[in-house]
């Protein structure tokens, strides 16, 4: 059961997004990478909104597009939801027509909430009869949700459906997504650009960038890679975690990063930081500013820690030698 | 307009009118809407033939799309005379052939219409439709015509108020008969051949003015309502 497109290219004006990799269609997958390297153009071509220009297109098995056989299953057609960054709700319906719209053409024999359920769980309840077009941005984004749900799709694409949110409304809503994945046993596919919500959402990583995919798998793989690590900022810099491994940890995973990381070359007592792990320095790497960035393999896995170079002559840390990674919870 | 205000003739007259213009809309639209939506996708081969066809008769002399007419439709036209051996219909000098000339005359208006709020309706959300299994039949239905709503209403609205005065290819193609094909346009010409028919005419040109001022009011009061209902 799974995603495959096979050389396959699209092109919308000068842009060309190549892609070739398989991916598992459960859980949730994370699309990632810098802004316009083609992570919006991948989930259209998913859904079939945009036209392959070459290669081939697999879901569970079935062709969806095949350029040399001239196959091509329309975007009506594949059992592929998409949930669009700016929400494009139907301003001829209300919220509930909006629903309705998804739930009266979606196949009898797919099981999916009905309207009254998904509102119950989305807390849009109280909107069901108000018209779309005085919605906030946080409820239009949750119609759109609930809207793409009862369509009943096999696999539902989001495209950073969460844009229009910030801070701890935008973490409900991930978390949200997390739970509706689980609880409906709907694979999502997600793009954010964000590396903290990659860590926290993602089972499996898809990383795009300048029209290509650079490297994809099971996120706890593909986070430690340095060709994932060059598509991130500098002080984005840093190592994915195991949620059970940090203090409060929620969802799959927690991105740590290396300017929030302190390191000890004894063991600290008596401080008020929530996660202390220690383990033996793997490798010491100058960066072209000066400062020291440090990979510690833990029990939790490798920490990176960036620290400046006065503090790394008085640790007089080695290669080799054991320290101590400190992290406060708050800095997560 | 109180009905009490006019003679029993020119009811008459005003009755022909309403119902000329009203069937050359009903029967016009379905065609229209259909022309209107083929010239508001993106280009395919032929379109620019459509697309002449469609405003044709803005540019053509009236007459001479009612001479047309005549030779298409007429007794002996090639489609007149199919017409007549296989339903029995006649179209020239009738009603009907009335109805025919000015919903041709009237065409390019409504294609033009419905056809720029076509082009104005967010393709965007064709693709959200697409994606919640909705076909391309059923986004028409669905999503393109609910949304295009306005236009279609203001085209009908304008191209029957259009009607009410068409004149040139009525006259040429069913023409003057009292009762049947004399609407307000056709009876006012009558009136001015007529000595001392001014003041028959004034009254006529005063009920033509109203028709239509009431028509464009109407179809800028809908579009208006329709917008505000559609405004996202």
Known sequence: MSLKLKDAAVRRGAFRLTADFEAPTEGITVVFGPSGGGKSMLLATIAGLHKLETGRLNFKGKVMEEVST?????????????????????????????????????????????????????????????????????????????????????????????????????????????????????????????????????????????????????ASDVMHRADFAALLDRRDLGARVDAKSVANGQGGGVWVRADSVLLASEEPRGISARNVWRGRIASILREQDGSILVSLATEAGYILSRITPEAFADLELQEGATGWAVVKSHAL | MVPA???????????????????????????????????????FPGKWIIDAIAHLPLVLPPVLVGYLLLLLFGVRGPIGSWLRDAFGIQLAFTAEGAALATA???????????????????????????????????????????????????????????????????????????GQTQTIPLAIYSALQTPNGEETALRLAAISMTAAITGLVLAELLQRWARRRLEA
């Open chain 2, 104 to 178: 041709v005359m009237a065409f390019p208006l409504m294609v033009r219409a419905i056809r720029l709020s076509f082009e104005a309706a967010d393709s965007s959300l064709f693709e959200a439709a697409a994606v919640l299994r909705a076909g391309p039949w059923d986004r028409f239905w669905s999503m393109a015509l609910p949304l295009a709503w306005p236009g279609v209403l203001a085209g009908a609205v304008t191209a029957f108020a259009a009607g009410l005065g068409e004149f040139g290819a009525v006259i040429t193609f069913a023409s003057n008969v009292e």
């Open chain 2, 5 to 43: 205000m006019l003679t029993a003739e020119e009811m008459q007259i005003l009755a022909t009118s309403l119902g000329v213009a009203g069937r050359a809309v009903v029967f016009s639209l379905p065609v229209a809407i259909a022309f209107a939506w083929a010239l508001s996708r993106s280009k």
């Open chain 1, 70 to 218: 001239k196959t091509r299953i329309g975007p009506h057609a594949r059992g592929i939801g998409l949930v669009f960054q700016d929400a494009r709700l139907f301003p001829h319906r209300t919220v509930r027509g909006n629903i309705q719209y998804a739930e009266s053409r979606r196949p009898a024999a797919r099981n999916a909430p009905i309207v009254t359920e998904i509102a119950r769980r989305l807390e849009i309840e109280d909107l069901l009869d108000r018209p779309v077009r005085n919605l906030s941005g946080g409820e239009r984004s949750r119609v759109a949700l609930a809207r793409a749900v009862v369509s009943a799709p096999e696999l539902l694409l989001l495209d950073e459906p969460f844009a229009a949110l910030d801070g701890r409304r935008r973490h409900a809503f991930l978390t949200l997504l997390r739970d509706l994945s689980r609880e409906q046993g709907l694979p999502m596919m997600i793009v954010t650009h964000q590396v903290d919500e990659v860590a926290e959402l993602a089972d499996h990583v898809i990383a795009v960038s300048q029209g290509r995919v650079i490297c994809h798998g099971a």
